[in-house]
């Protein structure tokens, strides 16, 4: 069989969906790298998202106000620095379905997870353990056992983690649940990655929510992989505080500025906080009092004044979400659903036709996945993938022999999954 005979995205097919697609104006919006003189194929938003057009405009206009005011630009400087943040909040609110009160962006991820768990890992002689996934994000567990040793705990016995037991090594949510049934009165936290970084799972971030607060559990995601990505309702999940980062889906530039939410209930002053100046009272901030009178919303968890040049670039990108979601609503989620069923589609009709063995080891299941796409390519190995580099294909390796694709709505297309398949079938073709 002529496997070119039998593709699954034929080139003029996919750029007909690309002329279908109302968000496909949006790609010339981003720079997209090259590679020989044509686009590459970029699959790697999941990691570091492109850049906006816009971005330097919005940087160089911060450049200019400071250059023309100096500290006057605080107050006098087009957008004013002072409350800078401040431009990102509605946004971060209808991206991750809060409300405007209780998310800010500040600080970066991991960081921002201590002082969240300064908040809200408060263990006591009883209830002190804190439950997790196994073969988390490194630096969550990092952040996590050394909060354990911070406290005095043992992580080797007091970090329970939930083995990946379900198919292609995701996790089931009833392991969370038999955990919570079998240590819940030991459980001070949970906090979990809501979008796995490795198997691209979308956990069920109500149901397991629920369950937990059941048990007295305060509950905290990581949505690294999740904002930007795939629907959120922190609100209406009664969901205690998450936090992510911007420079994945939400294309905020490398290390670009995070963001948190801090669920309604717990804005009182009556929550300990590690305070700093900027989450003082915006009334009494420069009165320089002795006192800390926290601000009654997630701003009160920061601490330093704003970085405002990487929030020159977020907002940038966030202006980018806002508009496609205004003129599409729903627009973005259903392409994200499409390209990576085509990517799944592609692999799956590759393997069939070339004989290769791949194995698609994300959840099929919309509710179950975002954008990414994990893929095994065993005994393959290193030489496979640095062979799709060659080829103009950014994906993202994981050693022993896992590729991670993320197609993302607003900038990739259904031609890049054709020129995909073309360098999969001359790589694999035996
Ligand atoms: C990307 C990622 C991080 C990165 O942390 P930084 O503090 O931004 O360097 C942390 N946790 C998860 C789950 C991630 O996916």
Known sequence: MDPLSTRYLP?????????????????????????????????TGNSLGLQP?????????????????????HFAAKNPWMPYHERMTSSL????????????????????????????????????????????FPSDRYALASQLRWHGFNPDTDLVEIAPNGPGGTHR???FEAALDEH????????????????????PMERLTAYAQESGVLVGWDLAHAAGNVPLELHAWKVDFAAWCSYKYLNSSP??????????????????????????????????????????????????????????????????????????????????????????????????????TLEVFTPRA???????????????????FDALTERGVVADWREPDCIRMAPVPLYNSFEDLSRLESILLELLTP
């Not at 057009?53 to 630009?73: F, H, I, M, N, T």
């Not at 970066?108 to 201590?114: F, G, K, P, Q």
């Not at 030991?186 to 956990?203: D, R, S």
């Open 11 to 43: 080139l003029a097919e996919a750029r007909l969906r690309d002329a279908a697609d109302p968000l496909f104006s949006y790609r010339s919006e981003f720079f997209i790298p090259q590679h020989a003189g044509v686009d590459c194929v970029y699959l």
């Open 53 to 73: 057009k816009a971005a330097s405009a919005a940087l160089q206009a911060e450049l200019d106000d400071w250059q023309r005011l100096g500290v006057e630009g």
């Open 93 to 136: 609110a209808r991206l991750t379905g809060a409300q405007p009160s209780e998310v800010v962006a500040m600080g970066s991820l991991t960081a921002n997870l201590h002082f969240l768990m300064a908040s809200f890992y408060r263990p006591t002689a009883s209830r002190y353990k804190i439950l997790t996934e196994a073969k988390a």
């Open 184 to 203: 819940g009165s030991e459980i001070a936290l949970m906090l979990v990655g809501g979008v796995n970084y490795f198997t691209g799972q979308v956990f």
């Open 366 to 384: 919309d509710h179950e996945r975002g954008s990414q796409v994990s893929v095994r390519f065993p005994g393959r190995g290193k030489s496979f």
């Open 255 to 356: 290390g670009g500025v995070a963001g948190i939410f801090v669920h309604e209930r717990h804005h009182g002053a009556e929550t300990l906080r590690l305070a700093g100046w900027w989450g003082q009272d915006k009334t009494r901030r420069f009165l320089m009092e002795p006192d800390f009178h926290p601000i009654p919303s997630a701003e009160s968890w920061q601490l330093s004044n704003a970085p405002v040049l990487s929030m020159a670039v977020h907002r940038a990108s966030l202006d980018l979400f806002d508009r496609a979601d205004a003129e599409h609503p729903g627009g973005r989620r259903a392409k994200s659903l499409a390209l990576s069923a085509a990517l799944m589609g592609l692999l799956d009709r590759t393997a069939e036709t070339t004989g290769a």
């Open 173 to 175: 949510p009833e392991d």
